[in-house]
């Protein structure tokens, strides 16, 4: 069985999906409007996208800014419209005005999922006890990912209660894969694999140029190549 860490890669377009395949990433998470972090994608969107790699995505599903799930019932639909297009793997998370989770709207949304497998997002990061969280979602269909830093200030500040975590794993709560992303560098890396983290999420850093400009398949390498320690 393989041991190769998994590499996900914002898309934000067919361009992106290309350039971050053709790099070694594994896995796509597809999102639009990187200004508010990262919104769900139009259905056309996904669809290009679709059509143009053969690996895994993830679609977001967030319709503004910030970790409050707004109205569930267009969550619902869109998540359903995704679904009727190919969609079979997304991210989604949600807090309430006081940081804890929104429980009601997460199973809402997990609810039309219907199994299909899912990452809970860096709501995670924001959230008023990350603990309490995990254990909260621990027996939801389809949740096997946490996208995280660690911190809401990135990795670097976060990096203490990554290695905690990742030393947790198996523990209740704490069953499914640490995916590390915000203000991830390449430095980071060696620290984290032998901790025995093995997912890693990019997105600025796969783009040299900027959010302006697309993906980049040698800088997605340089990535592949860390991970797989070449």
């Known amino acids: 069985m393989s041991t190769r860490a998994v590499l996900e890669v914002i898309a934000l377009g067919a361009e992106d999906a290309v350039a971050a395949q053709a790099g070694g990433a594994d896995r796509?998470?597809?999102v639009t409007d990187m200004a508010a972090d990262g919104l769900t994608p139009p259905v056309?969107?996904?669809a290009a996208i679709r059509a143009a790699v053969d690996i895994d995505l993830r679609v977001m599903l967030?319709?503004?800014d910030g970790f409050a799930a707004g109205e569930v019932s267009?969550?619902?639909?869109?998540?359903?419209?995704l679904r009727s297009a190919g969609a079979d793997q997304f991210v989604l998370g949600f807090l309430d005005p006081d940081g804890g989770l929104d429980l009601d709207a997460v199973e809402g949304v997990v609810?039309?999922?219907?199994?299909?497998?899912?990452?809970?997002h860096r709501a995670l990061d924001r959230a008023a006890d990350r603990d309490a969280l995990r254990k909260q979602l621990a027996d939801l269909p389809g949740l096997d990912t946490y996208l995280t830093a660690g911190s809401?200030?990135?990795?670097d500040d976060g990096l203490p209660t990554l290695l905690r975590e990742a030393g947790?794993?198996?523990?209740?709560g704490y069953e499914?894969?640490?995916?590390?992303g915000g203000g991830l560098r390449l430095d980071h890396v060696p620290t984290l694999l032998a901790a025995g983290v093995d997912a890693f999420h990019i997105g600025g850093a796969a783009r040299p140029g900027g959010w302006r400009h697309p993906v980049s398949a040698a800088a997605v390498a340089r990535w592949r190549s860390a991970l797989d320690g070449t």
Not at 111 to 120: R, S
Not at 152 to 155: A, E, H, I, K, L
Not at 176 to 180: G, Y
């Open 28 to 30: 796509l998470e597809v």
């Open 44 to 46: 056309e969107a996904f």
């Open 62 to 64: 967030r319709l503004a």
């Open 74 to 81: 267009r969550l619902v639909r869109v998540a359903s419209e």
């Open 111 to 120: 609810a039309e999922l219907d199994g299909c497998a899912w990452t809970f």
């Open 152 to 155: 809401p200030d990135g990795v």
């Open 168 to 172: 947790r794993r198996g523990e209740p």
């Open 176 to 180: 499914q894969r640490v995916l590390v």
